[in-house]
């Protein structure tokens, strides 16, 4: 299992979305901006919502992989972690006429830049990687469906920097290396028909417990060294709890559906000591469907999660430097569209485009000033064949 996941992931080094996590799960969601949470993509649904796979027709696979090309520059220099590709597998079906069975597997989260070669900006380079297991079982009836997923998340961490005469220290290598870990959780969600054309959806997803042993430790060590931290950061970063409501409206061949989500950053082990908020995400998407062929367009918002330290103390600016140097999750909005049809009566193929447009952060930290720049663009191709 664990040799599977590594090479989905061997090639992936990213800036994800929301934070640090991806603004929806399969091409049709994120054609939607990411909504999903009231909306029926078929097998994308397994962790969106656990509860949407129990409308399930018949056994359904879906294969796909998303494209990554972020563009970060740290004054005017650009991070060489510019292209990433991210695998995913998604399957359901139908047990009975209540019951739905699926499974995914697909990367869900991550970061990271490159700027070695350049000692200006530490030669730093970061590199965190999530990928997450989770079967999915779901009951429907009279309209009303739930759905329950236990999560296994595979992740890995590596962050690593060179103190160029800091302090007098001359160059010294910081960083232990990668670390990796697994992790359980679990989603639970519903969702009701109120009539035939509107439906409702919740979804809760619990925090997920990670340790990446001498990782985050050896990075903050040379800080407390300097009297800049009190100790040394835990190697705990976990992926935060959250929560979500959906609706989702028909009307003759339209669909226009919106999500809220809630992700927990600020009591998430790890991020709450680097001072990330709690984000509040709007999605909204449509999408026109007609003879096995569909069109869509969206759009997603989140105030970035990281906070901006006015740096007039060595620890605010210790802090600026780690948040948007080495963790620079800065995107906020995105711009959605995509476009599927059936090439057989059981094969189709989806394509969804995510467009981030750049935006600039300038803040006070420990090198001097730092002027952060982040765009982003992804595509993502997936097949799907229906038995």
Do not use: C
């Amino acid at each position: 299992m664990k040799k599977l996941i590594l090479v989905g992931l061997s090639a992936s080094i990213l800036l994800a979305t929301n934070g640090d996590n991806l603004i929806g799960l399969g091409a049709k969601s994120r054609a939607m901006g990411g909504v999903g949470i009231a909306t029926y993509f078929g097998a994308e649904n397994v962790l969106v919502n656990p509860a949407m796979i129990a409308k399930s027709k018949e056994m359904q696979v879906d294969f796909g992989a998303t494209l990554f090309m972020p563009d970060v520059q740290a004054n005017e220099v650009k991070s060489d972690a510019d292209m990433s590709i991210m695998p995913e597998v998604f399957s359901s079906m139908k047990i009975n006429e209540n019951w739905a069975f699926g499974v995914g597997m697909f990367g869900a989260a991550g970061m990271g830049v490159d700027y070695r070669g350049h000692p200006d900006l530490m030669d730093a380079r970061t590199n965190l990687m999530l990928m997450k297991f989770a079967p999915t079982l779901a009951y429907h009836t009279d309209g009303f469906s739930a759905g329950f997923a236990p999560v296994i998340q595979y992740g890995s961490l590596d962050i690593a920097y060179n103190m160029h005469n800091f302090g007098g220290s001359g160059i010294n290598q910081v960083g232990s290396g990668s670390s990796d870990h697994f992790g359980v959780g679990f989603a639970l969600g519903m969702s009701y028909d109120i009539n035939q054309d509107l439906t409702m959806g919740l979804v809760y997803k619990s925090k997920i417990s990670m340790t990446y042993k001498g990782t985050l430790s050896t990075a903050s060590a040379p800080f407390v060294g300097f009297g800049i931290f009190p100790a040394t950061f835990a190697d705990d970063l976990a992926q935060p709890a959250e929560y979500g409501l959906g609706l989702s409206y028909n009307i003759n061949n339209f669909n226009i559906s919106f999500d809220y989500k809630k992700i927990k950053w600020g009591s998430a082990d790890g991020y709450k000591d680097f001072g990330w908020k709690d984000q509040n995400i709007y999605a909204l998407g449509g999408k026109y469907e007609k003879n096995g062929t569909w069109y869509s367009v969206g759009y997603n918002h989140a105030t970035t999660p990281i906070t901006k330290y006015a740096g007039t103390t060595p620890q605010g600016q210790a802090l600026n430097l780690f948040n948007y140097l080495m963790f620079p999750a800065t995107s906020e909005d995105h711009f959605t569209a995509g476009a599927g049809t059936s090439i057989t009566k059981n094969l189709s193929l989806d394509f969804s485009l995510v467009y981030s447009p750049s935006n600039t952060w300038t803040v006070n930290t420990m090198i001097g000033p730092l002027t952060v720049k982040h765009s982003e663009t992804s595509a993502e191709l997936s097949m799907r064949y229906d038995f």
